[in-house]
């Protein structure tokens, strides 16, 4: 997931499950302004996943891991 901030702020980004359980977290504290690439470097089963913004902005992309 890429994203971009205006000015820093506080923010969680966390991966999902499709049974909505937190499998991962990506980012949790300060998010400085600027361009960030979130990678997910967790381990994942095969199965579809959310990986959800949360801070001055919420955001939230799909993504599906295959074997």
């Not at 199965?47 to 295959?66: H, K």
């Amino acid at each position: 997931m890429t994203v971009t901030t205006h000015r820093p702020h506080p923010a969680t980004i966390a991966v999902f499950d499709a049974l909505g359980r937190r499998v991962a977290t990506l980012h949790q504290g300060a998010l400085a302004a600027g361009v960030h690439v979130m990678p997910v470097d967790a381990v994942l089963p095969p199965g579809t996943y959310v990986v959800r913004l949360v801070g001055e902005t919420s955001m939230s992309a799909r993504f599906t891991v295959a074997r």
